[in-house]
């Protein structure tokens, strides 16, 4: 009994799928083997120069060179495999497809460090125009890189790409009305990233939308809502929109109009108007030549006084606490003076009739008495 397990043991052991299982197995060993020794030499020789993008470089590179350098090795192995020839054909044809995606996934790393480097430039610090067109170019790189990837692994797979191109040149043209949004989109991208009307991170509007750019992409944008919702607009038809920037601003401006009661006489209305402004041009992050206090009408409702100054701040919790202490000031300066804020709406004055008889009839309209 004792025999026949070890038999059937040895069996299963030196079968072919087990010593594949096993040299597979073996190649990713000797692949982080390999990593795991060279990894410290290279990180010293990146250490002893100046710029960081070559230590980025040894810590991102490690798990795709491991990767190859185990596919590698089941290479060099596989003719001593105990496999037939189709298992043996099929085995180099997929050794060769996850290479292919090894490669593509150290280009990947590979622009996102280039991207990075370069975003840390001075020229790009300077000019955030850049550092937008650095990301969408480094999205456009990655499906170009996929592209050319995914040709090579058809070809891999036997696919005749000569033909497969072909095939796309017959029915170019349905393909071109199929993928009208989808190229009119990518130039809207293209669009954006050359005209810079907005970029990642900025406050905007769009038709009646305000919220912060997240993610401007190949397809859509993102933004996120006051509410905390988010709002995917296509690309293609946000480049022909009208959109306002609030990021790019440098001042904030406040604009009111102040309605005090018809009962103010003239002298309180020039003193009013001589204190609010005083208000205004006391602030320190007034900008004086931008200050603004004026009668400007006389409403059926109210004496209307147009208000607009701009303050030195592009925080907007700053300048809400700004309008907060300017508002209470105006409203202690026309309590002060003896006049009131209006409210909206219409005044009716009662007279009491005179003991002669009914109050005359104003101007222009007649009275109509009961027969």
């Known amino acids: 009994m004792n025999d026949s397990l070890l038999g059937q043991f040895w069996r299963t052991a030196t079968a072919p799928w087990t010593i594949t299982v096993l040299a597979v197995v073996a190649a990713f060993l000797i692949g982080r083997l390999l990593v795991r020794l060279a990894r410290p030499l290279l990180a010293r020789i990146a250490g002893r120069t100046m710029a960081d993008w070559d230590d980025h470089l040894v810590n991102l590179m490690a798990s795709p060179l491991s990767l190859v350098l185990a596919l590698q090795a089941l290479r060099i192995a596989s003719p001593w495999l105990p496999l037939d020839a189709r298992a043996a054909s099929t085995l180099t044809d997929a050794i060769a497809i996850v290479t292919t995606v090894a490669v593509l996934w150290t280009v990947f790393r590979s622009i996102d460090l280039a991207r990075s480097v370069l975003e840390r430039r001075s020229w790009a610090i300077d000019r955030p125009a850049s550092r937008s067109l650095l990301s969408i170019g480094a999205r456009l790189a990655k499906v170009a890189m996929l592209v050319i990837t995914g040709i090579m692994v058809l070809a891999e797979l036997g696919v005749s790409v000569a033909s497969l191109v072909a095939?796309?040149?017959?029915?170019?043209?349905?393909?071109?009305?199929?993928?009208?949004?989808?190229?009119?989109?990518?130039?809207?991208?293209?669009s954006i990233g050359v005209d810079q009307p907005m970029r990642e991170g900025d406050a905007i509007k769009v038709y009646d939308v305000i919220g912060t750019v997240e993610q401007i992409g190949l397809r859509s944008?993102?933004?996120?809502?006051?509410?905390?919702?988010?709002?995917?607009?296509?690309?293609?038809?946000?480049?022909?929109?009208?959109i306002e920037s609030f990021t790019v601003r440098d001042r904030l401006r406040m604009a009111i109009t102040l309605g005090l009661v018809h009962d103010t006489a003239t002298e309180q209305l020039r003193a009013i108007l001589a204190e609010l402004e005083a208000i205004l041009r006391g602030h320190p992050k007034t900008r004086q030549e931008t200050v603004v206090v004026r009668f400007k009408d006389l409403m059926p409702a109210s004496l209307d006084i147009?208000?607009?100054?701009?303050?030195?701040?592009?925080?907007?919790?700053?300048?809400?606490?700004?309008?907060?202490?300017?508002?209470?000031?105006?409203?202690?300066?026309?309590?002060?003076?003896?006049?009131?804020?209006?409210?909206?709406?219409?005044?009716?004055?009662?007279?009491?009739?005179?003991?002669?008889?009914?109050?005359?009839?104003?101007?222009?309209?007649?009275?109509?008495?009961?027969?």
Not at 179 to 190: D, I, P, R, V, W
Not at 221 to 242: F, H, K, S
Not at 307 to 314: D, G, Q, R, V
Not at 347 to 365: E, H, K, M, N
């Open 167 to 190: 095939g796309l040149g017959i029915g170019g043209l349905a393909v071109a009305l199929g993928a009208q949004k989808t190229l009119e989109n990518l130039f809207g991208t293209l």
């Open 221 to 242: 944008t993102r933004i996120r809502t006051l509410d905390r919702t988010i709002v995917t607009i296509p690309n293609g038809e946000l480049a022909n929109q009208r």
């Open 306 to 371: 147009e208000i607009s100054a701009l303050f030195e701040t592009t925080d907007w919790a700053e300048y809400q606490v700004i309008r907060q202490d300017v508002l209470l000031a105006f409203m202690a300066a026309v309590e002060k003076h003896g006049s009131e804020i209006a409210h909206p709406g219409s005044t009716i004055q009662l007279v009491a009739p005179s003991a002669d008889g009914p109050p005359p009839s104003p101007p222009g309209r007649r009275t109509r008495r009961s027969s």
